[in-house]
């Protein structure tokens, strides 16, 4: 009898424990989930094709190398080598590159409901919840770092990175291919 009440006892507060202990979320797996866009994004990629559109519609193609590396940490480094042609393309549209090579790095934030890719700075939350007037000058450039990119997998397992102008139209679109 005593034996048949330590058992009762120690399923008890098995059982007690178990449902009152602390839950952990389960992590979205799902096709659109941040885990699932995360492992789509991830690896090489070269860019295939660059297009810049000036804020009144001129579109123009613009020759260019690139690649795109994203990370199982959600570091996302891409790098544009503008050719002497695309350079001329560039300011034919009234855009000024300083540098023919343009590389930019860091941690993103994916938001997949939005299809939205935001590079995240060390400080970005503090300075987006202070409205951090630096961060909105940047942001302003539709080329900037900064910029909020929309992303899209295509059926042909094309990677399309956009920015838009505040309007919402495209200021620069980018086309890659996986490498590896």
């Avoid at 519609?57 to 199982?72: M, P, R």
């Avoid at 630096?134 to 942001?139: A, D, G, I, N, P």
């Avoid at 997998?153 to 495209?170: A, I, M, P, R, V």
């Amino acid at each position: 009898m005593e034996r048949k009440r330590i058992w009762l006892v120690v399923a008890t507060l098995a059982l007690a424990t178990t449902a009152c202990g602390p839950r952990t979320p389960p992590i979205a797996t799902g096709e659109n989930s941040t885990n699932a866009v995360r492992k789509q994004l991830e690896g090489r990629w070269a860019l295939v094709a660059y297009r810049a559109t000036t804020p009144d519609g001129k579109t123009l193609d613009i020759d260019a190398n690139g690649q795109l590396v994203f990370d199982e940490f959600g570091m996302l480094k891409i790098e544009y080598k503008i050719s002497d042609v695309g350079m001329q393309t560039l300011t034919t549209l009234g855009i000024r590159s300083p540098n023919p090579t343009i590389t930019e790095s860091g941690r993103v934030v994916i938001d997949t409901q939005k299809r939205l890719i935001t590079y995240a700075s060390n400080d970005f939350t503090g300075k987006l919840l202070a409205a951090d007037p630096e961060l909105v000058r940047k942001r302003s450039n539709p080329y900037a770092l900064e910029r909020v990119r929309t992303y899209a997998f295509d059926s042909d397992g094309l990677l399309t990175l956009t920015t838009h102008y505040d309007d919402g139209k495209e200021a620069l679109m980018s086309r890659w291919k996986r490498s590896s």
